[in-house]
């Protein structure tokens, strides 16, 4: 099954996300495997959400899409989040039988030489590199597709900061996700 990869700490998860793994779809994927991270080397993860509250978001946000899976893997195996370790988990156990797409931002695209064995997951992989503004194109190495998917004004954080603030999420999150937020009192105190 043509498999492509969207990990991030989605804390929480929003529709931009969502809109991107559609994106993603349209190029002939299968299956788009959500991965939660346990704990990104490159970025700090803002508190508010639990490991747990963030897979029951991303679960609620994609049940009624049959094309994708939340892989919880990152998180049970704790420690730093490398994407080869990932992929070749993945492929070990037999949840991938051939070589993933591995979505990714291109506002890590500078940072991308630097990840554990950059080289070899860009072998490994088929990368495909999204669009995080609109600025201009931004330099990448490695071979890769650039996607010319939907650009979305807003992050986890500027969600994170809308809740916080009182602000109705109507259209950044999916409903259900936004009713989670609200019963659990998710994010009311967040600053960043």
Not at 14 to 31: C, N, W
Not at 35 to 60: F, Q, V, W, Y
Not at 92 to 121: T, V
């Amino acid at each position: 099954m043509k498999t492509a990869i969207l990990g991030g700490s989605f804390n929480p998860v929003h529709s931009g996300h969502i809109a991107l793994a559609e994106d993603v779809m349209k190029l002939g994927y299968e299956r788009i495997l959500f991965i939660p991270t346990s704990n990104p080397p490159h970025k700090i993860l803002i508190g508010g959400a639990s490991d747990e509250n963030r897979i029951e978001m991303l679960n609620l946000a994609l049940k009624d899409r049959k094309w994708a899976e939340v892989w919880d893997g990152e998180i049970r195996r704790g420690g730093f989040s490398y994407s080869i370790d990932t992929v070749r988990e993945l492929k070990d156990s037999g949840l991938i039988d051939s070589r993933p797409g591995l979505i990714i931002g291109d506002d890590l695209a500078g940072g991308f030489s630097s990840w554990k064995h950059a080289d070899d997951l860009a072998e490994e992989t088929a990368i495909l590199l999204a669009r995080r503004n609109s600025g201009p194109r931004v330099n990448f190495p490695y071979k890769c597709q650039r996607l010319e998917n939907t650009l979305w004004p807003y992050s986890s954080t500027d969600v994170r900061k809308h809740i916080s603030k009182g602000t109705d999420l109507k259209g950044m999150v999916p409903s259900a996700v936004a009713e989670y937020i609200e019963e659990k009192g998710l994010y009311n105190d967040a600053t960043t």
